[in-house]
C-alpha cells in the first residue's frame, strides 16, 4: 500500500483534478499521460 508523501502527492493530483471537473479515473490518467509526453517534448 502507498503511503506516506506519494500518497499526499496523488491525494493533491486527485484533488486537482476532482475540482476541476474530471471524476472519472481513467480520464485522470488520460489527462496525466498527456501533460507527462508534453513536458518530455520540452
Known amino acids: ?3 506516506g508523501e506519494i500518497r499526499s ?3 493533491r493530483i486527485w ?3 476532482w ?3 474530471i471524476s472519472n479515473p481513467l480520464s ?3 489527462q496525466l499521460t498527456y ?3 508534453i513536458k518530455g517534448l520540452d
Do not use: Y
Request: aromatic residues 6%; charged residues 20%.
Open 1 to 3: 500500500m502507498i503511503t
Open 9 to 11: 502527492r496523488i491525494d
Open 15 to 17: 484533488d486537482t483534478m
Open 19 to 21: 475540482s476541476g471537473g
Open 28 to 30: 485522470v490518467i488520460e
Open 35 to 37: 501533460l507527462l509526453f
